[in-house]
């Protein structure tokens, strides 16, 4: 089992002001342990990082609404990302990890506490190949209550199952830009083809979050911001942003949630497209009211 860093506790204002009921569309909340105990089966163990330090991320960034992603460390045991909606006053939804034992009732319960969808995590740095037949199988149980699907893939993946992409039949949100790594360009297959799904699937999504994951660069992560613009001009209006706060499983130096802010107003260059992937797309996802 691997440790993670904790996030840099300094973080930077961003250099521009966001726009009022700007959204961080994907955050994580760790824990605190003590309270709320890691999955004995996670494959990595992240430093507490729990809704006060969140709250103090979201004030100095200018952020005032998010959705809380469940991550594998906590499995299916989403009481940390109900805590933390609960508390939130409205401000917050989320997307929670669950498998085939859920009940209807539990199903209910969530989507009550303020769950939206449903994460798969196929990131293959912690072990996880695709298993759309589970996905499928969770498909029909959450589509009465009209939620989505996130799915977090790498960029062969997005390849080798872009037919079954096609087909899923709920909203499906990508995270972090499908993880194509930027020093193969836009012009790569797998990048290609999540723009095509963007243009040509009407519930497609996709996330222009971790260009500190997809970067070849490192920081300031500038390689990153051409495949932000293409994705954004491909779909305005189903593009969301978030932090990744507190960065689980980075290798190297951690990024300062700042900087990261930093790169949105060089991936929507003017303020209406700002004001889509900050406020109205996850708005209009998550059902948030202005």
């Given at each position: 089992m691997r440790y993670c860093q904790g996030p840099d506790p300094k973080?930077?204002?961003?250099?521009?002001?966001?726009?009022?009921?700007?959204?961080?569309?994907?955050?994580?909340?760790?824990?605190?342990?003590?309270?709320?105990?890691?999955?004995g089966e996670r494959i990595y163990t992240p430093p507490d990082s729990p809704f006060e330090v969140l709250q103090e991320l979201h004030r100095t960034l200018g952020l005032?609404?998010?959705?809380?992603?469940?991550?594998?460390?906590?499995?299916?045991?989403?009481?940390?990302?109900?805590?933390?909606?609960?508390?939130?006053?409205?401000?917050?939804?989320?997307?929670?990890?669950?498998?085939?034992?859920?009940?209807?009732?539990?199903?209910?319960?969530?989507?009550?506490?303020g769950i939206r969808g449903v994460r798969f995590s196929f990131a293959?740095?912690?072990?996880?190949?695709?298993d759309f037949s589970l996905v499928k199988r969770v498909v029909e149980r959450i589509a009465p209550l009209g939620w989505h699907l996130v799915l977090y893939?790498?960029?062969?993946?997005?390849?080798?199952?872009v037919k079954v992409l096609e087909d899923l039949p709920l909203p499906v949100v990508i995270d972090h830009m499908g993880r194509v790594e930027t020093k193969n360009g836009v012009g790569q297959e797998a990048f290609q083809l999540l723009l095509s799904l963007l243009k040509n699937q009407d519930d497609f999504w996709v996330k222009i979050c971790g260009a500190e994951r997809i970067s070849s660069k490192g920081a300031p992560y500038h390689d990153a911001v051409p495949f932000a613009q293409s994705l954004i001009e491909a779909t305005p209006d189903r593009v969301l942003w978030g932090t990744d706060w507190p960065h689980p499983n980075i290798d190297g130096p951690m990024p300062n949630?700042?900087?990261?802010?930093n790169l949105l107003p060089l991936y929507a260059q003017d303020k209406d497209m700002l004001n889509g992937v900050l406020v109205d797309n996850p708005a209009?996802?998550?059902?948030?009211e202005n």
């Open positions: 973080t930077k204002k961003p250099n521009f002001e966001p726009p009022a009921y700007a959204c961080d569309a994907h955050c994580h909340v760790f824990g605190p342990a003590a309270k709320f105990p890691f999955a005032s609404r998010a959705v809380i992603v469940q991550a594998t460390c906590h499995g299916t045991d989403n009481r940390a990302t109900l805590d933390a909606i609960s508390r939130s006053k409205g401000r917050y939804r989320g997307v929670a990890i669950v498998d085939q034992t859920f009940t209807d009732e539990q199903f209910v319960a969530l989507n009550a506490g293959r740095h912690i072990g996880n190949a695709p893939m790498e960029a062969s993946d997005i390849i080798e199952n949630d700042g900087d990261l802010m209009r996802l998550y059902g948030f």
